[in-house]
């Protein structure tokens, strides 16, 4: 497995550790539509959450439109939507953004909840 996926496996690890520590419950881990694929789908508080886990070795970033682009932004509520079809779910849906930096063995974990909307 090349280095990069590496990492990007590992901060899944991470923000799903992350996730259940903070009382989120884990529906499905890398969900598939089509070509298109979920990190993490997940229930807080009522709510249905879409999570896109990035992960780096640096912490450069010039802004979040960088990690996550418009078009990435609209796979994943395409992908949402698509889930929330195919299981009947009756929830509001929330779209999330875990950014891991990973860096000598330690990390840095960043949650942005609500980070983008379906009229993003």
């Known amino acids: 497995m090349a280095e990069?996926?590496?990492l990007g496996k590992k901060g899944e690890e991470i923000a799903e550790r992350y996730l259940i520590k903070n009382g989120y419950k884990i529906l499905e881990k890398n969900w598939r539509y089509k070509k298109l694929e979920l990190d993490v789908i997940a229930t807080f508080n009522n709510l249905l959450i879409a999570?896109?886990?990035k992960t780096r070795a640096t912490n450069f970033v010039e802004n979040l439109n960088e990690i996550v682009t418009?078009?990435?932004?609209?796979?994943i509520i395409d992908a949402t939507n698509a889930y929330i079809e195919k299981y009947e779910?009756?929830?509001?849906?929330?779209?999330?953004i875990?950014?891991?930096v990973i860096n000598n063995g330690k990390f840095?974990?960043?949650h942005i909840k609500d980070?983008?909307?379906t009229t993003s």
């Open 4 to 6: 990069h996926n590496l």
């Open 51 to 53: 999570i896109e886990v």
């Open 108 to 110: 840095n974990l960043r």
């Open 98 to 100: 875990i950014f891991i």
């Open 70 to 75: 418009k078009k990435k932004q609209r796979f």
């Open 115 to 117: 980070a983008f909307s």
């Open 89 to 96: 779910i009756d929830m509001e849906a929330q779209f999330d």
